[in-house]
């Protein structure tokens, strides 16, 4: 079955550490996109990417850094200059790109990250 | 860039009751797609319903339907019928369909208690 898959699911880090968290899709979409979620906030847009090799800055960009090698895979890397990095993320690939269409947004089931 | 405001944090309803939760959102854009999504406690986000803006005809899909009114900037959720199983947090959302090809842009949610 088609899908994303996150991974881990949860994620301790000492403070000063960095930890990336996986993301890959098997639906052939184009575009993938990196959420946060804390209380109160909603979903905050940290990173996305429509295409190979090329990526945005989403509105919450400082402290994270993004990969998108392959199609199918979209790492995210909390470095340790993210001052607040205990929150859940969330992983959402989109067939629509360039303006193709809205689509639909598939979830993956989210990584929670804690900070010790 | 747009925003979506949802301006209940929390809702109640009780089983078999009609409940309506609001959305409003801000756009200089003609064409675009609103989207309203479930989290259940496990956090997996479920596609409630959508709403092409150039449609005129509001968007159903079994107990759940909407009311659009693309000049107001408001996109409400009626649930009919609400069950246990309605309980979640609800987040309206706003997509562009033009070639920005930007993300969805989330509101901070509606936590829906349903009471037997």
């Known amino acids: 079955d088609g899908g994303i898959t996150q991974s881990p699911k949860y994620l301790f880090r000492k403070e000063g550490q960095n930890v990336t968290l996986s993301c890959e899709q098997n639906?052939?979409?184009?575009?993938m996109y990196w959420y946060r979620q804390d209380p109160g906030q909603g979903l905050r847009l940290i990173y996305y990417s429509q295409i190979v090799n090329d990526f945005q800055k989403g509105d919450i960009a400082e402290g994270y850094s993004v990969s998108r090698e392959k199609k199918e895979s979209f790492p995210l890397t909390v470095t340790s200059a993210q001052k607040n990095p205990t929150a859940f993320y969330l992983c959402?690939?989109?067939?629509?790109?360039f303006g193709q269409g809205a689509g639909e947004l598939f979830f993956g089931e989210g990584s929670r990250l804690t900070v010790l | 860039a747009q925003t979506v405001t949802q301006s209940q944090p929390e809702m109640s309803v009780q089983e078999a009751e009609t409940v309506t939760l609001s959305c409003t959102y801000d756009?200089?854009?003609?064409?675009?797609?609103l989207f309203w999504y479930k989290q259940p406690p496990s956090r997996q986000m479920i596609l409630v319903i959508r709403?092409?803006?150039?449609?005129?005809q509001n968007a159903t899909e079994n107990r759940f339907s909407v009311n659009f009114q693309k000049a107001a900037k408001s996109f409400s959720l009626k649930i009919s019928d609400s069950q246990l199983g309605d309980a979640a947090m609800y987040f309206c959302a706003y997509r562009s369909a033009g070639n920005s090809g930007y993300a969805l842009n989330f509101g901070k949610g509606t936590s829906l208690l349903v009471t037997p």
């Open positions: 709403q092409e803006a150039y449609k005129q």
């Open positions: 959402v690939s989109s067939i629509g790109a």
């Open positions: 639906l052939n979409h184009d575009a």
């Open positions: 756009t200089s854009e003609s064409d675009y797609y």
